[in-house]
């Protein structure tokens, strides 16, 4: 069973923002496999549901994007899964362009805030994740305005292509292994 987590921001106010790319994301693979993103508990709305015939649960953290940790912690706890094989966190990422995506099997928060606290609430940076490039804050901007602001419409249209990728990477994840994943799709757009 794979738990898949997208971050982001919880209500009307936050949707289609640069930080919440990951919740664009698990809602792009609900549509494809028909899961139903109606339960909530753990803290997020969850679909439960299979992606390429493996059983998945599909997460939403309603917990703003600075705690989304605890409700990592609870699905975990519950579902029991081995965190750092089936497990898979998706992010957006200041440090990639717009549009790009990357696969890591572990690694540093990277100064994003959700991510932070995850490992904190896990003890470890060993999970694999699906980063969005959400492009750099333009020079002298403010961090948290840039990733709370919405997509031009060029960047949306991008950022909705690399969500199709990122589902397809996902499901790589889930069949052929991270390895695989990351031969496909890490280094540019595709």
Do not use: C
Request: charge should be neutral; proline fraction near 2%; charged fraction near 30%.
């Amino acid at each position: 069973m794979y738990i898949i987590v997208g971050l982001g921001n919880p209500g009307k106010d936050y949707q289609n923002t640069r930080h919440n790319i990951g919740f664009d994301v698990i809602d792009m693979i609900a549509d494809k496999n028909h899961i139903v993103m109606g339960e909530k508990k753990h803290k997020a709305i969850i679909g439960k549901g299979f992606i390429a015939g493996q059983k998945a649960v599909l997460v939403k953290p309603q917990t703003y994007m600075n705690l989304s940790g605890e409700s990592v912690r609870d699905v975990i706890n519950f579902y029991k899964i081995d965190e750092k094989n089936e497990l898979i966190v998706v992010s957006d990422d200041i440090s990639l362009d717009v549009g790009k995506i990357r696969i890591r099997k572990k690694g540093s928060a990277g100064g994003h805030n959700g991510l932070k606290n995850i490992i904190l609430h896990l003890g470890h940076d060993e999970f694999q994740r699906v980063k969005m490039g959400v492009g750099e804050k333009p020079q002298g901007g403010d961090l948290a305005d840039y990733v709370l602001g919405h997509f031009r419409k060029e960047e949306r249209e991008a950022m909705d292509e690399s969500a199709e990728r990122a589902a397809e990477a996902i499901e790589m994840m889930m069949t052929d292994g991270v390895d695989a994943a990351m031969n496909r799709f890490n280094g540019g757009k595709m």
